[in-house]
């Protein structure tokens, strides 16, 4: 049974390695600018609850259909606790609980986050980028991203988001290069 437990997850880490490799070729094919991170995030105030307004669709989320909504909360070594959760068609609700922890200074908006068993954080391929890049000053509505622009969320406080400010943000991403055209709004029931 160990023995088994230790090639799925080799084969996992190898498969992330590689879908990580096509990723980056995807990227660099594109020659398109570098992704902009926001200046500096106080996160602080970024700690809270944040609900999914779009997407552009990922593997990981297939199962969510709505309500999908992200929980942050500051721990005492500096890392943030990431509980995400969302509701599946048969109307139950499914939980991911994760570390993130910022990637250079503490106003830093550049984040690393998993999802991966503790036991495997010292693997680079079960971190994530989650990279802030478009934040209002008062910390309601934001983009997070990674650097090769293969995600993409937008986040309001809200489950509702104003619909000027959302088509400003649009704006804004399009502007930094990504495909709008992919994001899908996640209903809230």
Not at 5 to 25: D, G, I, P, Y
Not at 91 to 106: E, K, M, N
């Amino acid at each position: 049974m160990l023995m088994l437990l230790k090639n799925f997850w080799l084969a996992a880490v190898l498969t992330c390695t590689a879908l990580n490799a096509t990723a980056q070729n995807t990227a660099t094919a594109a020659n398109f600018p570098p992704v902009s991170a926001i200046a500096t995030l106080d996160v602080t105030r970024y700690m809270g609850t944040w609900y999914e307004v779009a997407k552009f669709p990922n593997w990981f989320q297939t199962k969510c259909v709505a309500n999908t909504r992200a929980q942050y909360l500051a721990q005492s070594d500096g890392s943030v606790q990431v509980l995400n959760s969302c509701v599946t068609t048969d109307g139950s609700t499914i939980d991911a609980l994760g570390q993130a922890r910022q990637v250079g200074p503490a106003t830093s908006p550049k984040l690393k986050v998993r999802f991966a068993p503790a036991w495997l954080s010292w693997l680079p391929v079960v971190w994530g980028d989650y990279w802030v890049i478009d934040l209002d000053t008062d910390y309601q509505l934001a983009a997070v991203s990674d650097a090769k622009r293969d995600y993409l969320w937008v986040l309001s406080r809200t489950p509702q988001v104003n619909a000027k400010a959302y088509d400003a943000l649009i704006e804004r991403l399009k502007a930094q290069h990504f495909d709008v055209q992919k994001l899908e709004r996640t209903p809230q029931r």
